[in-house]
Every structure is written in C-alpha cells, then in structure tokens.
C-alpha cells in the first residue's frame, strides 16, 4: 500500500533554486523556499519546492519541473531594482480606453512577476495630494503593485518594507510635477499635438 507522506530530500538543490533561497512568484510576489520535498502522488514520486508567503500566511508547493515554464525566478539583481525605481520617476502613461480594459492591463502585469512591468502599474497609478481622489478599484491596483513592488526591493536591499514603501514615494515625488494644474497643462499639450 502506498503512503503520501512527504519526505524529505537531502539534497537541498534543484533547477538553481536552493531552500532558504527568496524567490519570486508571478501570481503572489516574493516568497521563500523553506524545503525541497519529494512527495508520492498517485503512484508517481515528485519532487516539490515548498514556498512560505509570510505575509500572506500562506504555503505553496510548486512542483520543481514546474517552476521555471510557471516564471518562478530569483529575486531582482539590484541594478534591476533601480531600473525599477527610474521607472517610477517617469512621466505616468495612461491610455485613454475604457477602465475596465485597463484595469485587466494593470492586473496582468501585477500578475506578470515583472518588477518593471508592476513599476509601471506603480507609475501610472500614483496620485499626489494635489491631484484627484482615486477610484475604489484604482486605489486597490495601486495598492497591490505597491506592495508587490515593495517587498521585492525590500529582500533585494535588505530593509523592511516600510522603508521599501518610503523609497519608492520618494522616487515617484522626484517625478515629473503631478497635479490637477500639471495634468490639464499636459492634456492640452497632447491636444495641440494631435
């Protein structure tokens, strides 16, 4: 009779990924392999990365053959993570469909585990003091490719996410001017171009 309970693996390597390693998942951002497991599943032996979320609460196993056709990846190297945070002090990029349309953008590239690609979400979703109240869904879009970006660039610089969160305003306030006055100048700026 053949039993499921895991066991556990020596070795503690597989497809360049190690236990203790912080990865990145696509769908729930930064996590951390806590084993390598080897687990028997209707008759067949796999092998499986056993990922904690903390902040999530949350555990996942991915099996190893898996993990690389999903977009399991290590953590940004840190120049990436600058790139990322130049891409914050860009000038925001809103196209002018329907938000609904874009919302499923945003999400997919929230989604994407692309730390650019959520900097861009960051970017184009950030609101000054000055300019107008967000909507309920913008505000919850921003808030999730905030908090996905923060906590790669808080494992990849070693700092909590809070000061994560406070790096990242400070690099989306050295942008361009953000406001009411700012972006009516810039839409009549698009206009007279058009």
Do not use: C
Request: hydrophobic content about 40%; proline content about 3%.
């Amino acid at each position: 009779m053949a039993t499921s309970i895991p066991q556990k693996k020596s070795a503690s390597t597989r497809q360049g990924f190690k236990s203790g390693e912080f990865i990145v998942y696509p769908s729930h951002g930064v996590g951390q392999i806590v084993t390598i497991e080897e687990q028997e599943v209707a008759g067949h032996k796999l092998e499986l990365f056993v990922i904690d979320f903390q902040k999530d609460k949350m555990r996942l196993k991915v099996p190893v053959a898996k993990a690389t056709s999903i977009g399991m990846r290590k953590l940004a190297e840190t120049d990436y993570v600058e790139r990322a945070l130049k891409v914050v002090q860009g000038r925001a990029r809103v196209k002018r469909t329907m938000w609904s349309r874009r919302a499923q953008e945003y999400d997919a590239k929230i989604n994407s585990g692309d730390l650019i690609l959520i900097a861009e979400v960051v970017r184009d979703l950030y609101r000054a003091d000055s300019q107008p109240e967000q909507s309920y869904s913008e505000r919850q879009l921003y808030e999730a490719a905030l908090d996905r970006m923060a906590r790669e660039v808080a494992a990849v610089n070693r700092v909590s996410e809070t000061e994560a969160v406070h790096l990242i305003e400070i690099n989306l306030n050295k942008g361009p001017k953000r406001g009411a006055k700012a972006d009516n100048e810039e839409a009549e700026q698009e206009e007279e171009a058009a």
